[in-house]
């Protein structure tokens, strides 16, 4: 721990730091344009025939998310390099924290709806991955799945939103779609589209009763907890909502939907935030209880209130990265990040962690002069102006945020300035984190105070933000003092609440651990049960169709042509044509005879020579037809074939045993009926295809190119090597593909031990 | 297989086929024939060779192993497709040179198309042929 | 007559049909050969049949003299043919091989892969 504990400001530190530092001075270019009210716009083309594109749009919006993920990737990044320093995989993961931090850019600057997709799948693969990190534990796995799982299957709803969306907008690009006011909204499939829509947001921003992954998510090291499940992919979600707010947003189906889910997220995560005897799920429930928020204030379309979630939005990320981190630097001083144990006394040893996790806490709980402070008056004054009901739903948010008073006071001033001694893990003694797990934490709680004390700065990016949201609001001023009003008197009676809160909260956790203990729902375990479900039924259901014999798979599939077939027939009112049998001539007699004769003797015999004299009756017959009826080369071709088929099936069947080794001939009466049923329903089709007047059109123009185009006279042979090459080449390969294969089956596998 | 008339004879035949095979490469354009019945008759030319003569005699008489002549043959039928690219055509469009065309003749027409045509032949007579050798020499 | 040929086809296919049904692979690949016969013939009998008049341009004319044979599902035919060839080599070699591997010809007893719940 020697190297940890000197200061370190080699430049090799800050090389992890390097990209996402560039990144967010790219996107910090862009700040005077865009508060100015402009947009940017970067297209390439990616799939065309499809309407796919490569398009990238930076507006208020997606130019602030840029900033968050930039600004804290860099944060997270030079934290990491020392957290993770001397790890095995430390490679991987900076490899994997880079990738997700550029799908994550991705996601929200993307201006096509299928790009913002694959990017939106991107970070959950990520995220997978780096919640699997610790892929050697068991728990690690289980969480990561889960995640993926869950995320995943939000995803998929929204690609199919997605797909919606672009065939009811006519077009993939959002700018395109968010254009047309109404189009969505006013469409028969809205209800549909906002259903797979939300979905995927509320998946992927764990809103109840899917929140469950993220907080097992917090198996992933401490910095991804930071970034991914705190400040940027979880708001992935929160982002979603809040571009799709112009297009689907407005309606009663919307604004009941988030603010149901919403309000009840945040209570109910923020309750559990209480019970939690870890400080890092603490500061999961209420990253959980954040996001039921910014939900809930998305639900309108009233400017204070998308005011409020913008700025709880940045208030948010800064200090919830600041105290993620911050708990990172006290588990890797103490070894230990049980509530219980860390009762205080550490302020003294890590004095740099101490005052930015202070200050961080201070923010979320709302002090002024802090941009929580503002942010919270926001969202009373919000809620105020919004809600019809306002009474329950300012009772609701104000036990929230008393909550998280408490909670911040857990994480952040308990275990710094606490009566009680920390207990250590063996061999810990408390010390000062190196400076790249301190210098980041520092710079976001500052940026906390900064933004509060001058509330301009912080319009800089909330106001264009907001513009993208609500085109036709305007943001509502951010200030510090709004005068003695309902929302002072609120955050006071906050305050009050919070810390009685934070005084009775070792007696609260005892009494909801009891609760929950008794409590028969639990979404972990249910989620469980769901996966089991699945495993079972997809046991069940491959017992019942893979049987492992071939004759069954042959009947399963037969039958199902058949049904397809028959069952378009029957549906269509297709009746088959009466056939007047015609006056044949002898040699078409003679073929027909000979088919048939061929046909019969290699279904009847119980000799193999008999068998394959009746299969080459059949093809010098087939053969026949080919000659009659003016298809010369067709004829060669098969009788060439024909003769090969007979050389082959001597060398190889003549050396096999038997037809029927135990001698009788077994009579398969439902075989023979599925094969007559599937014979006739195959002459019915060829008589129906045959009432159809033949479309000639190709031909005859093959006919009428052959020669002057293309100097063949033998059209056959011009359609094979000239007009129709490429298929030709395609074919002569498979040709070669199965030969080769043959071969090396024939040559290739000698087991050891074969005599 | 021992029989004298059959191995004197096969001799002859295989020569006969084979020449006839490229006779019906060649006609294919005009006539009934082309690559894929040149190269059967040339394959199963080989195969009477071999079930007469033994396997090893008719790879003797070959040279060049079967799967070869099969991989070069879907090379050489690329070629056909590309000779277009080169020429600035699209990919497998018809090339043609007529040499030593006058007036009233066209004069030798040779074709990116032939090569094509070849390339088939040479995949179905070396597929078929690796395929039979492998089979009399294993089974 | 090429109601005629419809009819043959659908016997052609039910007896290729009833011969993959079979336990015997050996029956199974007779039933291949069949059913691709059938298929050829199918294909062909609904491009039409045009008796004695293949698809040729005589010498001096740009252009076929009256109704010839339908060439394009000839040219299809032909390709389906020799790849119809190579999917039974390689069919029956995949027999051969498994009858060697395994000793039965018994698709119900080529059980590799999937073996037997209960391992019998």
């Given at each position: ?755 | 297989?021992?029989s004298v008339i059959l191995m004197a004879g096969s001799r002859i035949l295989v020569a006969l086929l084979l020449v ?25 030319g080989f195969?009477i060779y071999a079930i007469a003569c033994g396997?090893?005699s008719a790879?003797e008489a ?78 | ?120």
């Amino acid at each position: 721990m020697a190297a940890a504990h000197g200061t370190d400001w080699r430049l090799r530190a800050f090389a992890p730091a390097v990209l996402p530092v560039v990144i967010f001075v790219w996107a910090a270019g862009h700040l005077p344009a865009v508060a100015a009210g402009g947009t940017v716009r970067l297209a390439w083309d990616w799939v065309p025939s499809l309407g796919v594109s490569l398009s990238f749009l930076i507006d208020g919006l997606s130019l602030t998310f840029a900033l968050l993920i930039s600004g804290i990737g860099a944060v997270v990044m030079l934290y990491s390099g020392q957290y993770l320093s001397g790890h095995e995989h430390y490679g991987r993961f900076m490899g994997y924290l880079t990738a997700f931090m550029l799908a994550m850019l991705g996601l929200v600057l993307a201006d096509n709806l299928i790009a913002l997709f694959v990017f939106w799948e991107l970070t959950t693969v990520t995220s997978y991955l780096l919640i699997g990190f610790g892929h050697a534990d068991a728990k690690s796995r289980r969480s990561a799945l889960q995640a993926l799982l869950v995320t995943g299957t939000g995803g998929l709803a929204l690609l199919a939103g997605f797909i919606l969306i672009g065939s009811v907008a006519g077009s993939f690009e959002l700018s395109e779609v968010l254009a047309q006011p109404g189009v969505l909204t006013d469409h028969p499939w809205y209800l549909a589209i906002l259903i797979l829509v939300l979905a995927g947001a509320f998946t992927k921003s764990a809103q109840f009763p899917l929140h469950f992954w993220l907080p097992n998510a917090m198996a992933a090291p401490t910095p991804v907890s930071a970034y991914l499940h705190s400040a940027t992919m979880v708001k992935g979600g929160v982002y979603l909502l809040a571009r799709m707010h112009p297009g689907l947003g407005g309606t009663e189906p919307w604004f009941w939907s988030l603010t149901v889910f919403g309000a009840f997220t945040a209570v109910f995560a923020s309750v559990l935030a209480l019970r939690q005897s870890d400080l890092k799920q603490v500061l999961a429930y209420t990253t959980l209880m954040a996001l039921g928020t910014l939900t809930l204030f998305l639900a309108s379309g009233v400017d204070v209130a998308i005011t409020a979630a913008v700025t709880f939005l940045i208030v948010h990320s800064l200090y919830k990265a600041c105290l993620f981190l911050a708990v990172g630097n006290i588990d890797h001083a103490t070894g230990t990040r049980e509530v219980s144990r860390l009762t205080g006394g550490l302020a003294r040893a890590m004095p740099v962690t101490t005052v930015a996790a202070g200050l961080a806490a201070l923010s979320m709980a709302g002090f002024p002069p802090f941009l929580g402070f503002i942010g919270k008056e926001l969202k009373y004054k919000g809620i105020l102006a919004v809600a019809s009901e306002p009474y329950v739903v300012v009772a609701a948010v104000l036990a929230a945020n008393a909550l998280m008073f408490a909670a911040a006071a857990v994480v952040a001033f308990r275990p710094f300035w606490g009566r009680g001694t920390p207990e250590l893990e063996p061999g810990a003694t408390p010390h000062e984190a190196p400076w790249p797990m301190w210098i980041g934490p520092a710079a976001l709680a500052l940026l906390g105070v900064v933004f509060g004390l001058m509330p301009d700065l912080a319009a800089v990016l909330v106001d264009p933000a907001v513009v993208a949201i609500l085109p036709a609001g305007t943001p509502y001023e951010l200030k510090l003092w709004h005068g003695v009003n309902v929302p002072l008197l609120l955050s006071i009676a906050t305050f009050v609440l919070g810390l009685g809160l934070y005084l009775a909260s070792d007696r609260l956790r005892a009494g909801l651990a009891a609760i929950e203990a008794r409590n028969p729902v639990h979404f972990d375990r249910g989620w469980d049960r769901v996966l089991d479900g699945v495993k079972a039924f997809a046991g069940w259901q491959t017992r019942l169709v893979q049987s492992g014999e071939l004759r069954v798979y042959l009947r399963l599939t037969f039958a199902t042509f058949l049904a397809a077939l028959g069952g378009t027939m029957l549906a269509r009112g297709i009746g088959v044509p009466a056939v007047a049998l015609p006056q044949l001539l002898a040699k078409e007699w003679a073929v027909i005879v000979l088919i048939v004769a061929g046909t019969a003797l290699v279904v009847l015999t119980r000799s193999r020579v008999a068998a394959i004299a009746g299969l080459g009756v059949v093809g010098i017959g087939v053969a026949l037809v080919f000659i009659i009826y003016g298809a010369p080369d067709v004829a060669i071709t098969q009788l060439l074939v024909e003769t090969l088929v007979v050389v082959l099936v001597a060398v190889v069947l003549l050396r096999m045993p038997r037809l029927y080794s135990e001698g009788r001939v077994i009579h398969r009466p439902v075989d023979a009926v599925l094969a007559v049923a599937i014979g006739g329903a195959t002459t019915a089709v060829l008589l129906l295809v045959l009432e159809v007047p033949l479309d000639r059109r190709l031909t005859t123009w093959f006919e009428e190119t052959s020669w002057p185009e293309a100097f063949g006279r033998n059209i056959v042979n011009v359609i094979l090597v000239d007009f129709r090459a490429l298929d030709t080449f395609g074919e002569i390969a498979v040709v070669l593909i199965a030969a080769l294969s043959a071969f090396v089956l024939i040559k290739g596998i000698r087991r050891e031990g074969r005599e | 297989m021992n029989s004298v008339i059959l191995m004197a004879g096969s001799r002859i035949l295989v020569a006969l086929l084979l020449v006839f095979s490229v006779f019906m490469l060649l006609r294919g354009h005009n006539e009934p024939g082309g690559g894929f019945i040149g190269g059967l008759i040339g394959a199963v030319g080989f195969v009477i060779y071999a079930i007469a003569c033994g396997t090893s005699s008719a790879r003797e008489a070959l040279r060049v192993p079967p799967e070869t002549v099969a991989a070069a043959g879907l090379g050489v039928a690329l070629l056909g497709g590309v000779w277009a690219a080169v020429d600035g055509d699209a990919f497998f469009t018809g090339q043609w040179l007529f040499l030593g065309a006058t007036e009233d003749s066209k004069g030798l027409p040779l074709s990116s198309v032939l090569v094509f045509d070849v390339g088939v032949y040479l995949v179905v007579f070396g597929s078929i042929l690796s395929l039979v050798f492998a089979l009399e020499e294993e089974v | 007559m090429e109601a005629v040929l419809a009819i043959l086809i659908g016997l052609l296919v039910a007896a290729s049909v009833y011969l993959m049904l079979a336990k015997s692979i050996l029956r199974f690949l007779f039933g291949l050969i069949l059913i691709s016969n059938a298929a050829n013939l199918l294909i062909f009998a609904a491009g039409r049949l045009t008796p004695g008049q293949p698809p040729l341009i005589p010498e001096g004319a740009d252009a076929p003299f009256g109704t010839v044979a339908n060439a394009l599902p000839q040219a299809l035919v032909l390709t389906a043919i020799v790849i119809g060839f190579g999917l039974f080599a390689f069919a029956l070699v995949l027999a051969w091989r498994a009858y060697t591997e395994l000793g039965t010809l018994d698709s119900d007893e080529m059980r590799l892969a999937e073996p037997r719940e209960g391992g019998s």
